[in-house]
T-cell receptor, first 112, second 114 residues
Framework: DQQVKQNSPSLSVQEGRISILNCDYTNSMFDYFLWYKKYPAEGPTFLISISSIKDKNEDGRFTVFLNKSAKHLSLHIVPSQPGDSAVYFCAASEESFNKFYFGSGTKLNVKP | KAGVTQTPRYLIKTRGQQVTLSCSPISGHRSVSWYQQTPGQGLQFLFEYFSETQRNKGNFPGRFSGRQFSNSRSEMNVSTLELGDSALYLC?????????????FGSGTRLTVV
């Protein structure tokens, strides 16, 4: 039973353009959401997070949007760079639990 | 500052055997979590330890167990290995009691069961 879903296994974008990665969840009790980036042979690296009291959080080229009514979040990368090519995972948790549910990942390829 | 260290990096075991994986968190981090990553399944939560106590457990059979030592280092053990246990096992640590500020992951242990 996957409570967090990333329905696009891959995404290809031209360098300089916007990358939009999407994530849906089913549990309305989730109130913290995180994005991680993973390169081959390395562990995931934390990118950005958002709590349910916000609908947007920015950090440099990365912006996460949260739509609680739709149970949907997205990660925008602007402008995309070839070094952004990696697998991106979204994750969600309830505040009182230190247990995260991860999506299956989206492989982003940024073409030069 | 040293990151999260997992040993060994690669492991090949035979069905029915048991295996122990080790994780050393970042110095000062007291929360250690374990995840299993398999193709198409993403990361699935195994368990989380804080100050030597298991606080959360995922939906894995009892063959999967873990522990945390007083220096915050953690081990996970899988007994009676099955082919389906082949996966990348990731350990993550966090400074705060909840990881909403993000984990730091190790590079993982790649377990292959033959």
């Amino acid at each position: 039973d996957q409570q967090v879903k990333q329905n696009s296994p891959s995404l290809s974008v031209q360098e300089g353009r916007i990358s939009i990665l999407n994530c849906d969840y089913t549990n309305s009790m989730f109130d913290y959401f995180l994005w991680y980036k993973k390169y081959p042979a390395e562990g995931p690296t934390f990118l950005i997070s958002i709590s349910s009291i916000k609908d947007k959080n920015e950090d440099g080229r990365f912006t996460v949007f949260l739509n609680k009514s739709a149970k949907h979040l997205s990660l925008h990368i602007v402008p995309s760079q070839p070094g952004d090519s990696a697998v991106y995972f979204c994750a969600a948790s309830e505040e009182s639990f230190n247990k995260f549910y991860f999506g299956s990942g989206t492989k982003l390829n940024v073409k030069p | 500052k040293a990151g999260v260290t997992q040993t060994p990096r690669y492991l090949i075991k035979t069905r029915g055997q048991q295996v122990t994986l080790s994780c050393s968190p970042i110095s000062g981090h007291r929360s250690v979590s374990w995840y299993q990553q398999t193709p198409g399944q993403g990361l699935q939560f195994l368990f989380e330890y804080f100050s030597e106590t298991q606080r959360n457990k995922g939906n894995f059979p009892g063959r999967f167990s873990g522990r945390q030592f007083s220096n915050s280092r953690s081990e996970m053990n899988v007994s009676t290995l099955e082919l389906g246990d082949s996966a990348l096992y990731l350990c993550a640590s966090s400074l705060k009691q909840n990881a909403n500020y993000g984990y730091t992951f190790g590079s993982g242990t790649r377990l292959t069961v033959v």
